[in-house]
């Protein structure tokens, strides 16, 4: 039985014009991954009356997102919803962004931390990883019995990184790409990555397709710096199966 795969954000830092930042969702499942300002649009596609988001780690881009909780629960029945991740940085979470002079009502949700792999619908498990980058962040990796997700976001593509043995053999591997090439002095000052070094991780895993998110924001604007637009014909010289992804694209696995 296939799942999809839906890109509620695929910017990184900041939303654009045409793009929200980093939130990924399982609709059949009631799973999302990280939840950046692309997460009101979850109500959209929700079908479970169960919500569990997992944060791959807690910067602005990648949490903000919360904070709409209200709305896309609203006028729903749900049994459960549950934040889960690193310990230290949920109780960051409450105890910064969520501070009541900053966000006066606790959010409707249970608050997990991360203690190993986690059992989630049709029969799957995820399980996280370390990942390179400035405060830390999380690789998550998600078995079916008949299909494999990994969702690798924030840090240094290489392909020599202790990461990759953790995604081997996924059929769909989605990647952070926040930099085109030129531009490695800046992804490994800031924790994130360049082109080709993604395309290498994808080929040395034997990923079976590699969709790209967590873009640079201002790559969306082509007549400002041409430089930062992501070569997908270079690309697909190193790993045939890449595509960019886009806000609202569906993939199923």
Request: charged residues 20%; contains cysteine.
């Given at each position: 039985m296939s799942r999809t795969l839906v890109l509620l954000g695929?910017?990184?830092y900041h939303p654009s014009d045409v793009r929200q930042t980093s939130c990924l969702m399982i609709p059949?499942?009631?799973?999302?991954?990280?939840?950046?300002?692309?997460?009101?649009?979850?109500?959209?596609?929700l079908q479970t009356s169960t919500l569990d988001i997992f944060l791959s780690h807690v910067h602005l881009d990648h949490v903000i997102g919360l904070t709409y909780l209200f709305n896309v629960?609203?006028?729903?029945?749900?049994?459960?919803?549950?934040?889960?991740?690193?310990?230290?940085?949920l109780?960051?979470?409450?105890?910064?962004?969520?501070?009541?002079?900053l966000f006066p009502v606790p959010l409707p949700c249970q608050w997990l931390p991360l203690t190993g792999p986690v059992a989630i619908g049709g029969g799957g498990t995820l399980r996280t990883f370390p990942l390179k980058h400035p405060g830390g962040s999380l690789g998550m990796?998600?078995?079916?019995?008949?299909?494999?997700?990994?969702?690798?976001?924030?840090?240094?593509?290489?392909k020599s990184a202790d990461y990759v043995?953790?995604?081997?053999?996924?059929?769909?591997?989605?990647?952070?790409?926040?930099?085109?090439?030129?531009y490695e002095d800046w992804a490994e000052k800031t924790g994130h990555s360049c082109l080709t070094p993604v395309c290498e991780v994808a080929r040395a895993a034997e990923a079976k397709r590699l969709v790209l998110?967590?873009?640079?924001?201002?790559?969306?604007?082509?007549?400002?710096?041409p430089e930062?637009?992501?070569?997908?014909?270079?690309?697909?010289?190193?790993?045939?199966?890449?595509?960019?992804?886009?806000?609202?694209?569906?993939?199923?696995?």
């Amino acid at each position: 039985m296939s799942r999809t795969l839906v890109l509620l954000g695929t910017a990184g830092y900041h939303p654009s014009d045409v793009r929200q930042t980093s939130c990924l969702m399982i609709p059949e499942l009631g799973i999302v991954l990280d939840a950046g300002t692309g997460f009101y649009r979850t109500r959209e596609f929700l079908q479970t009356s169960t919500l569990d988001i997992f944060l791959s780690h807690v910067h602005l881009d990648h949490v903000i997102g919360l904070t709409y909780l209200f709305n896309v629960v609203d006028r729903r029945d749900m049994q459960r919803v549950a934040v889960h991740g690193e310990a230290a940085k949920l109780a960051a979470i409450e105890k910064h962004m969520l501070d009541t002079t900053l966000f006066p009502v606790p959010l409707p949700c249970q608050w997990l931390p991360l203690t190993g792999p986690v059992a989630i619908g049709g029969g799957g498990t995820l399980r996280t990883f370390p990942l390179k980058h400035p405060g830390g962040s999380l690789g998550m990796r998600l078995d079916f019995p008949d299909g494999s997700l990994a969702y690798i976001t924030d840090t240094t593509a290489a392909k020599s990184a202790d990461y990759v043995h953790e995604i081997r053999g996924v059929d769909l591997l989605i990647h952070e790409c926040n930099f085109a090439d030129g531009y490695e002095d800046w992804a490994e000052k800031t924790g994130h990555s360049c082109l080709t070094p993604v395309c290498e991780v994808a080929r040395a895993a034997e990923a079976k397709r590699l969709v790209l998110v967590h873009h640079n924001p201002v790559a969306d604007q082509p007549r400002r710096a041409p430089e930062l637009v992501l070569d997908l014909q270079h690309a697909r010289s190193i790993f045939p199966a890449v595509s960019m992804g886009n806000d609202r694209d569906q993939f199923t696995f």
